[in-house]
């Protein structure tokens, strides 16, 4: 945030004084393995996110465009869900990831330092990895949807 602010002081800007700042969401979709075709992904997102940033470089500042700045929205920790329908009561498994350091939260030292203080300050460190790994239960679950089960429809 500094750096954007220092670079819109009066002395940094072009003479049209406008500039455009670009923001991709949550890279680590657009390269999630499961958000491609060959996982039966709709479209390839790689191929979306390469072609983002081949457009971002080409519009930038620096080859003439408007394109001053860059920010990257999210903080590429996947919230992995694994759906259980068929166990009594039916449950949900989360569990927090990173696609950056390829582990779950729980086994990075450093995650509850980075984010404890500014989400749950209140909480030790054992307490704080619990809420990225946890179970939900869906009491009822098989009585309400047991029609969709008896016909094969899972």
């Not at 220092?6 to 003479?15: L, T, V, W």
């Amino acid at each position: 945030m500094l750096l954007l602010l220092a670079a819109c002081q009066a002395g940094n800007k072009p003479d049209n004084a406008s500039f455009t700042l670009a923001v991709i969401p949550d890279t680590q979709n657009y390269i999630d393995f499961r958000h491609q075709k060959e996982e039966g992904f709709e479209l390839d997102s790689s191929e979306l996110f390469i072609q983002q940033m081949q457009y971002i470089a080409d519009h930038s500042f620096a080859k003439g465009g408007d394109i001053a700045f860059v920010a990257s929205v999210g903080d590429v920790w996947l919230r992995l869900m694994r759906f259980d329908l068929r166990s009594n009561p039916a449950r949900i498994t989360v569990k927090t990831y990173s696609s950056y350091y390829t582990r779950y939260s729980s086994e990075v030292d450093e995650y509850a330092s980075w984010y404890k203080a500014h989400e749950q300050p209140d909480m030790n460190d054992d307490e704080f990895h619990a809420t990225d790994d946890y179970v939900i239960n869906i009491d009822g679950f098989q009585q309400r949807f047991s029609s969709a089960f008896s016909a094969g429809r899972e």
